[in-house]
Each structure stands twice: as C-alpha cells, then as structure tokens.
C-alpha cells in the first residue's frame, strides 16, 4: 500500500471515527416512540401479511402487504384484524386516539363516555375505500367467514316523550335524554347491506357462517323489549329469524356442534337482583320448535345441592354425541337484611385448610365461578354424569371428546403440603363418559399425565423417579417408556433442592400410537403399542452437536381442537439452538431416517414464525442486540428472505452498543460465560465504568434486541451503553445450601476476569444492579466485598428467617416452598438449617457493607414482602451507612405503572452517573425530598 493510499484509509478511518462519536447517546425521551411488531399474520394462501406496529406509548398502525412486500393498506390505531378464509376482505378494529382516552380520563368521564372503537373492512379485491363503522363494542367472523362479518354497536336515541300530557311543553322544560341502545349488525361484506337487530347483547356464529345466534337481555321498564326478550337464531341463507328460547334474562355460553345441526346454552330467566342465580341448560336441533331444557338442579346425575354451572363453556364432542357441560355446588349467599356495620369483619386460619386463607381470597372470584366437568348425551339420556367433583383439580379430554375415557387427577389430602413443596402428588383415575365410573391408575404421582389423541393410552412423567411411563385403558396395563436408553429426560442443567422437571411432550403421531418426547437436544419417539423400539426423530445430532431441537407445528388447520397436536412423520420443522454458539434457526428431519438437515442457523433470534397452509411461504420477526426485530417473510427453504418492516430507523442516530460472550475460570475451578456489553463508539484506549447485571442464566439471550424503555426494574442496559458504561451479564450456578457463596463465585469472579484481562476496565467504577432475586444477590455481595462503588437493589429479601414465614400476598401462597424447593435454595426448612438461612441473609452482615445502595421496595409488592427493603433500609440507616429506599406508592414486585418506570430510569441513570462517574448529585441523593414537598418537588434536579 502507498503512502497515499494510507493517507486515504487513515482519514476515512478517522471520518468513521468521528461519526460514530457525534452520535448522541439515548436519552429518557426516546422511550415512547420505540415500536415493537405486534400481532404478525400470514393468510392461509400466503399472499397476503398483515401486521401491528405498536409504540410504546401512543397509537399502534396496522399494514397489509402482498407477499412482494406492497404495502396495500395502513390503517392508524388499527387492531385485532382477520382476513376472511377466502382472502377478499380484511376486518379489523380501530381503536381511539391514545390521546383521546388520555383526555377522557383526565376529566374522569365514565366508561359510557370514553372514546370508542371503530370498525374496518377492506375490500382486497376492489381495493376502494374502507369502510368504516363508528362506536362499536365488538365484532365477530365465523371460523369459516367469507362473506359477512357481525359487530355490535351503540346507538343513541332521543327518549320517547309522547306519554306527556303537551310533549311540546315538556320538551321545553326538559331536554329529551338520550337512551344508548346497542345494535347487532350482521354485514354483507361483497354488498355492503347490513341487517340489523336492536337491544342485542351476545351473540355467536355457527364455524360454517350460516346461523348467527343471538340474545336480547330485555329491560324492565319498556314492554316491547321485554316482548322481544329471549334468544334467536338466525339464518343467513333464507334470512330468517327464529326464536328458540324465551324470556328475560341472560343467556350465554353458546356452543354449535362441529356439523352445526345443535347448539346449547345455559341461561338465567330469573331476575337479575338474584343473588343465587340458577343457570339452566338448553338444547335445540332444526326440527324442534324451540330450544328444550335438558340441565338443571333436579336431572337425574346432578349431584345434591349441585346445579348446572353458568360459567363453565360447553363443548360438543365432534361427533356431536356428547356435550361436556360444568356442574357446581349451590353457593351460600349473603344475607342482606343484616346490618353491615354491626358485624365483625375477619379472617380465619385454620392449619388444616388446604390452602392458605390469603390464598383462598386472592382466588375467590376464580372460586365462586369454579365448576366442575360432567356430560350428557342430548340425542339420547336425559341423565347428565359427572366427571369430577370438588376432590379433583383436572380433567385431561382428547381434542375430538369423541372417546369414552377421560383423566382425572386429585391432590386431594396432599393440598397442605404445597405450602413448602410447590408442587403436590396426585392421584390419577380414568373415567367413563358413559357411566361416570372412575378407576385409580396411577398414585401420589408427582409430575404430569397426558392422554393420547385417541385415548387409547395415558402417559405419565414421574419427577420422583425421572421417568416416562405409558399406560393401557383398554386393558389396565402399565410399562415403562425409556427403560435402558442412557439419556436423562429431566432437566440436566438442575440446581435447585427441587426435583428435576421435564423437557415436555413435544406431540403425538397422526394416528396417536407415538408420543414424541423431548430430552435436552433431541426429540424421541415411543411406540405405545410396543411393536417398535424407542428412536430420537433427530438421530442424536442434537446431542452429538450440542443443538437443542424443538418441533413446531406450523400447521394451519383453523379448529382449534387440533392445533399443536401432531408432529409430521416427514419433513417436521425444527427450531434450533446452539447451546455453545447461541446461535438460532431452524432444520427439517424425516423421522429419525437421517440426521437433521440446516435449513438457517444464524446468530439472530427468530420469533413468530407462521406458515401457509402449502408451507411454502413462512414469516418471522428477526433480531440481535443490534438490529430491531422486524418482519420478514422467506421461502420455506429460507433462500428468499424479503424484509417487510424496518421499524426503529430512529435507532442508527444514537450511539447504540455491541454484546459478546466472554468466558472465564471461576476461583473453585468452574466453567463460566457472560455477555459483555459495550458502546457503539467503545474505545480500547479509554477506560470504562462497568455495571454488572444478573439474575440466574442470561447468555442464551446474546443474540436478543433489547429495546431503552423504562423497564418495571431490571437495568435499562442499552440506555447505559449508550452512556459510555460496560454492562457484564454473568451467568450464575449455584450449590444446595448456598446461594449467596455462587452469587460471589460467579459474579465477582467475573468482574475481576474482566479488569484484570482488560485494561479499558475501570475496576475503581464498578456497579451492580439487580432487582427481586437479582436484588438478593446485590445485598449479599455488599456484605461480602468491598469492591463495588455503588450498588442498586430491587425487591430483595434480606432476612430468609422472616422471608420464610411471609406470604407472597400476589398469589396468597407461603414463601415456605421457596427456601426449600425452589429459587432461593437453602433445601431444607427454617429448623432444619438454622445456620443456613442466617448465613445467607444479608441483614445479619449489614455492618460490613461500606457500598452506597438504592433499595426499590414498594408497598404493594406481590411476590416479596416489602418489609424485606426496610429491613434493610433501617439497618443500614442504624449503622449510618448511605442508603436510599424508593417505595413507589402502590406498585407491584416489578414497577407495573409507566410513569414509575420513567421515573425510576432517571434516578438510577443519576445514581450510577454520581458514583461510577462523578457527576452532581441530585437533590434526592443529597438531601432526600420530605413528605411535605410530596407530589411538588421530585427531587431529580442537580
């Protein structure tokens, strides 16, 4: 090269340099206008794409493009679209302004008054205007649609003042109100013409688009809509309508069978004030003249005290024999003659509830519409036989509900024991459809049953003994599935006290004899009539190249009984991921005949894969840490990717980052990884403050976009790249019994690997960041070392001898399986492992910590109890350590409120900016902000 020619390269070198370095790092105002894809279709044809891009704050926009990558339709605030079977009409709703609802809630108006939806419906073919219907409520395509599309709307209508003795006078005396009535409208899409059906309140289409069922709920006070009150059915064909029920009240769960020839209902026809409404069950066939009663309290089958469950949906078998509907016991209600205020109010625990009374009102309105399954056959019985009944927790169909035998599983009597397990044992029954009979076929199983296709066959994985099994219902026989295969079919990487769980099922053959399960790599197939020996449908390669294989099933059948059931006997699509690289992408295989053939591995993330009915066109969002994740749509071989979107251009103007896996030696002798992230403009020669973040395992995300939002509470890492800061995102083991050692082991090991091998390392500017059992591991490492310069902690839990015996008040549940079982790890109980809980609680150790710390605990946190943060808080004030705590006023474990999580990325971009880079101290760092300037003064400023 000439000394010109290096002259050229310096300069564009240095060109290059400076540009990169112009670039402005992110700042909190870029947040909202970030998008994201949300919904992403491809029509069955594969002509067609239709997709939203949503901000995070502001109005979403619907596109419809063509395969060519055409746009043909952009429709603002566009939502929830569907294309009719056929391709030639595309219906979607339209939601209001962001700013219009924003408005709306500032004046406080109800729910009647605040902006509402619209409709959309393009004409693929004529390709005209839109046509669009204004204060609609919801809208409903047949599963089947092509030609029309049925939405509820409101209506206003002046009251009707002609009872009056001189309506002219009265009028000029009192303003006529207007009277909101809602109106179906069943829309000819090819026409335009609508029919119209006033004072409808539910409705439902048969899945072939020839009947529309529908209610009219009634009102007291007008005659003619009590008249008209009952249920209709109506006829798309010959346009007619006939009502099949009638009466006031309300009716809902309507269920065609797959040929359309019944439908059933329940309904209420008592008066609403009823505080114990008694659901009643219906059925109607064309030749009857009305929909008969063939489910109440007093059938023959129904248990004592028990009546037919209003919430429960029902169910056609798909043979249409059948009809699985929900009974539940008779609810206790209150009595209303008794006077409130002279009543206590309490709780009452008793140690042998089954579950936790803070858990059982967490659930309560989940209990009070609780039901439990039962059938009837409406051609023939009148009898209805249950299936289950408040001992049981499950019941397993086939898709069709064809077949006689169902599971059942109860944890009956082993309820209790979830307050430190987690998980229970439970036993499993099969059950008759035909005479409600149960038989025990597996006991104090502690895992998980499956039924197959054609329930010939139960399947059982059993956590206790980490194996598969299959079992026989015709004929009571039970063998083992994987017996003398040397490949573990538990989770292989486990470090907790709990028991391994399994990799799945990841299908079942066509014809229901196979099941197909996953180890960690490879996906195995079991004969369950034993004629062929077990084989993995991707011949070992997974393991053999450290790929972990996962079937999708891309098939697009639109009942969806069968979606995600059956895996292909040929050609089965994969997805893949390099447990080594992280590498993504996907491979076909043939049924175990060859090793897995790459169709794309990439160092991307693929997400919302959808295919064609033909399989030959697929779609995808695509994405790295560097590059958004945008559309795409490819061949099925993948060798003609077009781009569709192209969703965050904004992002080449800022200082963005790039993220590398690092790996090191821990001090006791352990393989460990992290990602390093570093800014776009990284400079060798500078050293660099660095920010660890940490959970458990994050490395399989390196190849994941992360978007700068206000996030509920874990570190915003591409805000802090941009900002001239490192971020390491270690992966953590961890050992039974000591979970604050792996935190030392892992993540300060990993700090030290990186200032000592890397000079741009400031190792006198370290932080750390984590939040709930990241916020844990912060607080331990801050009683451990001194080597960090300022620490933020969300959520954590300080004192495990106080943290054992909380609730976890989102849920109701006990914190006890925690400690024991699951992420906390101590494995045994607070008695047992005295020593190990106060060893691993920070708040015993606070007199070692010489780290500036933020505490995030706010004080409607569900998952760990709040006091945990002012323990900690007022041990470190105690010692006159410096400690700041931020409660976000009722907010949740991570920040659920936007304008908290706003807020919170200021305060924690000024916190590590003061301590890791010198900048001024805000005033709440240096001063805090008094009660008394609350809501006036935020203490943000310098």
């Not at 895996?567 to 893949?576: C, H, I, M, R, V």
Request: proline letters at 4%.
């Amino acid at each position: 090269m000439n000394n010109w020619s290096k002259l050229c390269l310096a300069l564009s070198t240095f060109v290059s340099v400076q540009a990169m370095a112009q670039k402005p790092p992110l700042n909190h105002d870029v947040y909202d206008n970030w998008k994201s894809i949300g919904t992403a279709n491809l029509s069955k044809s594969g002509k067609f794409v239709y997709y939203t891009i949503t901000p995070q704050e502001g109005d979403a926009v619907l596109e419809l493009k063509d395969q060519k990558n055409t746009l043909l339709l952009s429709v603002p605030r566009g939502d929830g679209a569907s294309l009719t079977s056929n391709d030639a009409f595309l219906v979607a709703g339209i939601k209001p302004y962001f700013s219009a609802v924003r408005e709306a809630k500032i004046k406080k108006k109800k729910s009647d008054e605040m902006p509402k939806d619209s409709l959309l419906v393009y004409n693929l073919k004529s390709k005209a205007a839109p046509l669009k219907y204004a204060d609609v409520k919801s809208f409903k395509m047949a599963r089947n649609s092509r030609e029309y599309v049925a939405f509820l709307a409101e209506s206003k209508a002046s009251a009707d003042t002609s009872a009056a003795k001189d309506s002219t006078a009265q009028a000029k005396k009192t303003p006529a109100k207007s009277k909101t009535k809602t109106i179906l409208h069943l829309l000819h899409l090819p026409t335009g013409d609508t029919t119209n059906f006033v004072g409808v309140d539910q409705y439902e289409w048969s899945a072939d688009e020839r009947q529309l069922l529908f209610s009219k709920k009634g009102e007291e006070k007008d005659s003619v809509s009590l008249r008209d009150a009952g249920l209709y059915l109506y006829s798309v064909g010959d346009k007619s309508l006939k009502k099949i029920s009638h009466g006031k009240g309300t009716y809902k769960q309507f269920s065609f069978s797959e040929d359309q020839s019944q439908l059933s209902f329940v309904a209420f026809k008592g008066d609403d004030k009823t505080l114990s409404k008694e659901y009643k069950l219906y059925y109607y066939t064309a030749n009857q003249d009305s929909a008969r009663l063939i489910g109440q309290q007093a059938t023959a089958g129904v248990p004592q005290n028990w009546w037919v469950s209003g919430d429960a949906p029902l169910r056609f078998s798909e043979n249409g024999q059948k009809l699985y509907i929900g009974l539940a016991p008779i609810p206790l209600v209150k009595d209303t003659t008794l006077v409130e205020f002279e009543h206590a109010k309490l709780d009452i625990w008793h140690w042998k509830d089954d579950y936790l009374q803070p858990q059982q009102l967490v659930n309560l309105k989940r209990d009070q519409t609780k039901s439990f399954s039962a059938v009837v056959y409406p051609q023939s019985s009148a009898t209805i036989i249950p299936l289950s009944d408040e001992t049981f927790n499950r019941v397993i169909t086939t898709d069709s509900g064809n077949e006689e035998w169902v599971l059942v599983t109860s944890d009956f009597g082993n309820r209790i024991s979830s307050q430190w397990d987690l998980g229970t044992k439970s036993n499993i029954y099969k059950v008759s459809t035909k005479s409600g009979q149960h038989k025990l076929i597996a006991s104090d199983l502690n895992g998980q049953a499956y039924l197959s296709p054609k329930a010939d066959y139960a399947v059982f994985f059993d956590r206790a003994t980490a194996s598969w099994s299959s079992y026989d219902l015709a004929n009571d026989s039970k063998k083992s599935l994987h017996e003398g295969i040397a490949v573990s079919f538990v989770d292989e990487e486990n470090d907790m006290p709990a028991l391994p769980s399994a990799y799945g099922v990841a299908g079942w053959s066509k014809d229901g004899q196979t099941v197909y399960i996953n180890d960690r790599y490879d996906i195995w197939a079991f004969d369950l009539t034993g004629k062929k020996k077990p084989y993995t449908i991707t011949n070992g390669y997974g393991r053999e190249q450290k790929i972990t294989f996962r079937a999708v099933n891309l098939s697009r059948e639109e009942n969806p009984r069968y979606r995600s059931t059956y895996l292909s006997d040929k050609d089965q699509f994969l997805t893949a991921f390099d447990e080594t690289t992280k590498e993504n992408g996907f491979y076909s295989v043939n049924a175990g005949k060859s090793n897995p053939k790459k169709i794309l591995m990439r160092p991307k993330t693929y997400r919302k894969v959808e295919a064609s009915e033909d399989l030959a066109q697929v779609i995808y969002t695509k994405e790295d840490y560097q590059h958004s994740p945008d559309l795409y749509i490819n061949s099925a071989k993948m060798d003609q990717e077009r781009r569709l979107t192209d969703i965050n251009t904004q992002q080449a103007g800022y200082n963005w980052g790039t993220a590398e896996l690092v790996h090191w030696t821990t001090p006791n002798g352990h393989d460990a990884s992290g990602i390093l992230y570093k800014p776009e403009d990284f400079d060798p020669n500078k050293k660099y403050p660095i920010i660890a973040y940490f959970y458990e395992k994050l490395t399989d995300g390196l190849y994941t976009y992360q978007a700068p939002a206000p996030t509920p509470s874990r570190l915003n890492i591409p805000y802090f790249v941009s900002n001239g800061y490192l971020v390491f995102a270690p992966d953590i083991s961890y050992e039974t019994g000591y979970p604050g050692q792996a935190a030392e082991e892992y993540i300060n090991s990993g700090m030290q690997h990186l200032a000592r091998t890397n000079s741009f390392v400031d190792s006198t500017k370290m932080g750390i960041q984590g939040q709930s059992w990241g916020g844990y591991q912060v607080a331990h490492l801050i009683t451990r070392t001194n080597m960090y310069a300022a620490a933020w902690t969300g959520a954590p839990v300080v004192n495990m001898t106080s943290a054992y015996g909380g609730i976890r008040w989102g849920s109701g549940m006990s914190r006890q399986f925690q400690y024991e079982n699951t992420q906390s790890r101590i494995g045994q109980n607070l008695w047992e492992a005295r020593d190990l809980y106060i060893e691993n609680s920070p708040l015993f150790f606070m007199d070692r910590v010489n780290t500036p710390v933020v505490i995030m605990h706010n004080d409607q946190d569900g998952a760990v109890p709040w006091y945990q943060g002012i323990e900690m808080f007022t041990a470190l004030r105690r010692l006159q350590k410096p400690v700041w705590l931020l409660n976000y006023n009722g907010d949740d474990h991570n920040l659920i409120q936007r304008q908290n999580r706003k807020d919170i990325q200021q305060r924690e971009a000024q916190f590590f900016d003061h301590f890791l880079k010198g900048k001024p101290a805000p005033v709440w760092i240096t001063s805090g902000v008094p009660a008394i300037h609350k809501g006036i003064d935020w203490g943000l400023s310098m």
